[in-house]
């Protein structure tokens, strides 16, 4: 029996249902799973989307601050003695990582990373970048996130033939599940408690609050967005070092509604009562959200983004405008007037059953194989 150790420096509440399901499925090639993980810092503290499996072994991380740099200490070690294959974020915090790399030249267990391969809300040059960059070819695989990490990869000379694809993703099935099984009268319902019109226009954010989303930009959007419609609503999910200040807009302005933090199937009927999602900045995963919820996403053209970027198709499944205040909101506003939002919904449906965690799940299994075997 092969074993193989995944370590994360914290565990995301979306993860759950991928892990639970790889455990399952690489046991039945004779593959024991072991998952260890701890708890991130203050960010993740604020964001509330941290969980604990209960077949999972939490380890408490260590923090040592160095500077204006918080590193990370992963007391692990012990859990990897024994196994064939070790799975590591690729973060330049992860002071283990270095260790891993270093025992790499003479243990018998192999070595892989997954993630990004860079830092992409950061300039390519930055740094931190050429620093990582550094170490990405000190693994004997790479499970990368989208399409468009593997190209990266290999521009960095990586061998193709050593890349798994996962097509990152959340469990995009049980949400269209119970987004179908919503009935209107529950919508109507849930309108009169926030107290938006039955025939308005509504958006949604739902996401991470923290600044370098650029909340002013989001919020001036929809204040120009209510002059030019009378009964338009906005709708925030989530929390973070920002929700303060979208709870005080909410307080102020009677057609901006803050719910909080949401997860799993409790921000589903949000969605449900709205039309379009705007996301401008850093898209991540909040674009598989609109496409199993029908709430096609209009971003910009920041160099920012996510890997899941990728997964947006302007015209097709999502809108994307260039990076500047005016046009969003002459993209958004046309959207709306000419509705042409609505021909989005088909691509958003087409998206969705290609990114599904059955797949990620199947893609990281067979990854996981063939650096096994090879």
């Given at each position: 029996m092969y074993k193989v150790v995944i370590l994360n420096r914290s565990l995301i509440q979306y993860r759950r249902i991928f892990f639970d399901l790889l455990k399952k499925e690489l046991n039945k090639d004779d593959i024991e799973l072991e998952l260890i993980y701890g708890k991130g810092g203050n960010e993740k503290k604020a964001i509330k989307d941290e969980i604990d499996i209960d077949w999972a072994t939490f380890v408490p991380n260590?923090?040592?601050?160095?500077?204006?740099?918080?590193?990370?200490?992963?007391?692990?070690?012990?859990?990897?003695?024994?196994?064939?294959?070790?799975?590591?974020?690729?973060?330049?915090?992860?002071?283990?990582?270095?260790?891993?790399?270093?025992?790499?030249?003479?243990?018998?267990?192999?070595?892989?990373?997954?993630?990004?391969?860079?830092?992409?809300?950061?300039?390519?040059?930055?740094?931190?970048?050429?620093?990582?960059?550094?170490?990405?070819?000190?693994?004997?695989?790479?499970?990368?996130?989208?399409?468009?990490?593997?190209?990266?990869?290999?521009?960095?000379?990586?061998?193709?033939?050593?890349?798994?694809?996962?097509?990152?993703?959340?469990?995009?099935?049980?949400?269209?599940?119970?987004?179908?099984?919503?009935?209107?009268?529950?919508?109507?319902?849930?309108?009169?408690?926030?107290?938006?019109?039955?025939?308005?226009?509504?958006?949604?954010?739902?996401?991470?609050m923290y600044p370098e989303k650029n909340f002013d930009f989001i919020l001036e959007t929809c204040y120009r967005l209510r002059r030019e419609i009378a009964d338009f609503n906005m709708i925030f999910i989530g929390s973070g070092t920002e929700a303060e200040k979208i709870a005080k807009?909410?307080?102020?302005?009677?057609?901006?509604?803050?719910?909080?933090?949401?997860?799993?199937?409790?921000?589903?009927?949000?969605?449900?009562?709205?039309?379009?999602?705007?996301?401008?900045?850093?898209?991540?995963?909040?674009?598989?959200?609109?496409?199993?919820?029908?709430?096609?996403?209009?971003?910009?053209?920041?160099?920012?983004?996510?890997p899941e970027i990728e997964y947006l198709e302007n015209g097709v499944n999502g809108l994307i405008s260039n990076d500047n205040l005016e046009d969003y909101y002459q993209t958004v506003i046309k959207s709306i007037r000419d509705k042409s939002y609505l021909k989005l919904i088909e691509g958003c449906k087409v998206s969705t059953e290609k990114l599904t965690v059955d797949a990620m799940v199947q893609n990281f299994k067979n990854g996981i194989i063939s650096c096994l075997t090879s």
């Amino acid at each position: 029996m092969y074993k193989v150790v995944i370590l994360n420096r914290s565990l995301i509440q979306y993860r759950r249902i991928f892990f639970d399901l790889l455990k399952k499925e690489l046991n039945k090639d004779d593959i024991e799973l072991e998952l260890i993980y701890g708890k991130g810092g203050n960010e993740k503290k604020a964001i509330k989307d941290e969980i604990d499996i209960d077949w999972a072994t939490f380890v408490p991380n260590k923090t040592i601050n160095i500077g204006k740099t918080d590193l990370t200490w992963q007391p692990c070690l012990k859990y990897v003695k024994n196994k064939d294959l070790v799975v590591v974020d690729s973060e330049n915090k992860l002071l283990i990582n270095y260790v891993l790399m270093f025992q790499r030249l003479f243990a018998k267990r192999k070595l892989a990373f997954w993630g990004h391969g860079r830092n992409l809300q950061d300039d390519p040059n930055s740094l931190k970048n050429r620093f990582k960059y550094l170490f990405i070819d000190k693994c004997d695989w790479w499970f990368g996130y989208t399409k468009g990490t593997k190209q990266f990869l290999k521009s960095k000379n990586f061998p193709e033939e050593k890349i798994t694809v996962l097509q990152n993703t959340i469990d995009t099935k049980g949400l269209r599940n119970h987004y179908l099984q919503i009935k209107d009268v529950d919508s109507n319902k849930l309108k009169i408690e926030l107290g938006i019109p039955e025939n308005g226009f509504t958006a949604i954010y739902c996401g991470a609050m923290y600044p370098e989303k650029n909340f002013d930009f989001i919020l001036e959007t929809c204040y120009r967005l209510r002059r030019e419609i009378a009964d338009f609503n906005m709708i925030f999910i989530g929390s973070g070092t920002e929700a303060e200040k979208i709870a005080k807009v909410a307080d102020d302005n009677k057609w901006i509604h803050y719910v909080g933090p949401k997860f799993g199937y409790d921000r589903v009927k949000y969605f449900k009562i709205a039309q379009i999602q705007l996301l401008p900045f850093y898209v991540g995963l909040g674009v598989v959200d609109s496409f199993a919820l029908e709430t096609p996403t209009i971003s910009t053209s920041n160099p920012h983004h996510g890997p899941e970027i990728e997964y947006l198709e302007n015209g097709v499944n999502g809108l994307i405008s260039n990076d500047n205040l005016e046009d969003y909101y002459q993209t958004v506003i046309k959207s709306i007037r000419d509705k042409s939002y609505l021909k989005l919904i088909e691509g958003c449906k087409v998206s969705t059953e290609k990114l599904t965690v059955d797949a990620m799940v199947q893609n990281f299994k067979n990854g996981i194989i063939s650096c096994l075997t090879s």
